[in-house]
Protein backbone atom coordinates (compact mmCIF):
# COMPACT_ATOMS: atom_id res chain seq x y z
CA UNK A 1 0.00 0.00 0.00
CA UNK A 2 0.67 3.31 -0.61
CA UNK A 3 1.31 6.05 2.20
CA UNK A 4 -1.31 8.98 2.58
CA UNK A 5 -4.04 7.15 1.12
CA UNK A 6 -2.61 5.49 -1.68
CA UNK A 7 -2.09 8.60 -3.96
CA UNK A 8 1.05 9.24 -5.39
CA UNK A 9 1.98 13.22 -4.63
CA UNK A 10 1.08 14.29 -7.94
CA UNK A 11 2.89 17.92 -7.10
CA UNK A 12 6.51 16.13 -7.06
CA UNK A 13 5.60 13.94 -10.21
CA UNK A 14 4.93 16.93 -12.49
CA UNK A 15 7.87 18.38 -11.10
CA UNK A 16 9.94 15.23 -11.81
CA UNK A 17 8.61 15.01 -15.35
CA UNK A 18 9.48 18.73 -15.70
CA UNK A 19 13.04 18.31 -14.81
CA UNK A 20 13.39 15.59 -17.16
CA UNK A 21 12.03 17.35 -19.75
CA UNK A 22 14.35 20.26 -19.10
CA UNK A 23 17.29 17.52 -19.22
CA UNK A 24 16.36 16.14 -22.54
CA UNK A 25 16.09 19.55 -23.74
CA UNK A 26 19.66 20.46 -22.76
CA UNK A 27 20.79 16.96 -23.76
CA UNK A 28 19.69 17.92 -27.27
CA UNK A 29 20.84 21.19 -27.96
CA UNK A 30 24.33 19.89 -26.57
CA UNK A 31 23.87 17.24 -29.35
CA UNK A 32 23.09 19.83 -31.95
CA UNK A 33 26.31 22.15 -31.21
CA UNK A 34 28.45 19.08 -31.16
CA UNK A 35 30.82 18.39 -33.82
CA UNK A 36 32.58 14.34 -34.40
CA UNK A 37 34.70 13.22 -36.89
CA UNK A 38 35.16 10.12 -39.27
CA UNK A 39 37.55 9.21 -41.13
CA UNK A 40 38.48 6.68 -43.90
CA UNK A 41 41.37 5.24 -46.06
CA UNK A 42 43.92 5.74 -42.89
CA UNK A 43 42.59 9.43 -42.94
CA UNK A 44 42.23 10.67 -46.84
CA UNK A 45 38.97 10.97 -46.05
CA UNK A 46 37.39 12.83 -42.98
CA UNK A 47 33.71 13.28 -42.83
CA UNK A 48 32.60 15.89 -39.98
CA UNK A 49 29.11 15.35 -38.49
CA UNK A 50 26.81 17.06 -35.87
CA UNK A 51 26.13 15.15 -32.62
CA UNK A 52 22.55 14.89 -33.81
CA UNK A 53 23.92 13.13 -37.16
CA UNK A 54 23.48 16.02 -39.90
CA UNK A 55 26.61 16.10 -42.26
CA UNK A 56 28.56 19.91 -41.74
CA UNK A 57 31.64 18.85 -43.85
CA UNK A 58 33.64 16.62 -45.79
CA UNK A 59 37.90 17.00 -46.43
CA UNK A 60 39.31 14.53 -49.41
CA UNK A 61 42.51 15.03 -49.37
CA UNK A 62 43.90 14.83 -53.17
CA UNK A 63 45.79 12.10 -53.01
CA UNK A 64 42.41 10.04 -52.76
CA UNK A 65 41.26 11.41 -56.35
CA UNK A 66 41.89 9.36 -59.13
CA UNK A 67 39.90 10.56 -62.50
CA UNK A 68 40.08 6.67 -63.01
CA UNK A 69 38.91 5.28 -59.88
CA UNK A 70 35.41 7.37 -58.92
CA UNK A 71 34.35 4.38 -56.70
CA UNK A 72 36.94 3.90 -54.50
CA UNK A 73 36.64 7.18 -53.82
CA UNK A 74 32.67 7.34 -53.43
CA UNK A 75 33.57 4.31 -50.93
CA UNK A 76 35.94 5.83 -49.22
CA UNK A 77 33.48 9.09 -48.78
CA UNK A 78 30.60 6.41 -47.81
CA UNK A 79 32.73 5.34 -44.90
CA UNK A 80 33.87 7.99 -43.56
CA UNK A 81 30.28 9.53 -43.26
CA UNK A 82 29.61 6.28 -41.92
CA UNK A 83 32.34 6.36 -39.31
CA UNK A 84 31.11 9.87 -38.41
CA UNK A 85 27.90 8.62 -37.83
CA UNK A 86 28.24 6.14 -36.04
CA UNK A 87 30.27 8.76 -33.25
CA UNK A 88 27.54 10.52 -33.79
CA UNK A 89 25.00 8.13 -32.56
CA UNK A 90 27.41 7.02 -29.72
CA UNK A 91 27.39 10.54 -27.99
CA UNK A 92 24.00 10.65 -28.08
CA UNK A 93 23.53 7.42 -26.59
CA UNK A 94 25.84 8.95 -23.86
CA UNK A 95 23.59 11.84 -23.75
CA UNK A 96 20.32 10.45 -24.29
CA UNK A 97 20.82 7.21 -22.85
CA UNK A 98 20.22 7.83 -18.96
CA UNK A 99 17.56 10.15 -19.75
CA UNK A 100 15.46 7.66 -21.45
CA UNK A 101 16.54 5.36 -18.71
CA UNK A 102 14.78 7.63 -16.70
CA UNK A 103 11.61 7.78 -18.72
CA UNK A 104 11.31 4.58 -19.37
CA UNK A 105 7.38 3.11 -19.06
CA UNK A 106 6.00 6.58 -18.94
CA UNK A 107 3.26 6.68 -21.40
CA UNK A 108 3.43 9.26 -24.28
CA UNK A 109 7.16 9.34 -23.96
CA UNK A 110 9.45 8.57 -27.47
CA UNK A 111 11.53 6.31 -26.00
Known sequence: MIPGGGQ???QQLLQQAQKMQ?????????LAEAVVEGSAGGGLVKATVS???ELQGLVIDPKAVDPE???????????AVRDANGAAQRLQQQKL???????????????
Request: net charge negative; glycine share 18%.
Open 97 to 111: GPLAQGLGGMPGMPF
Open 69 to 79: DTETLADLVLA
Open 22 to 30: QDLAAAQQE
Open 8 to 10: PNM
Open 51 to 53: GAG
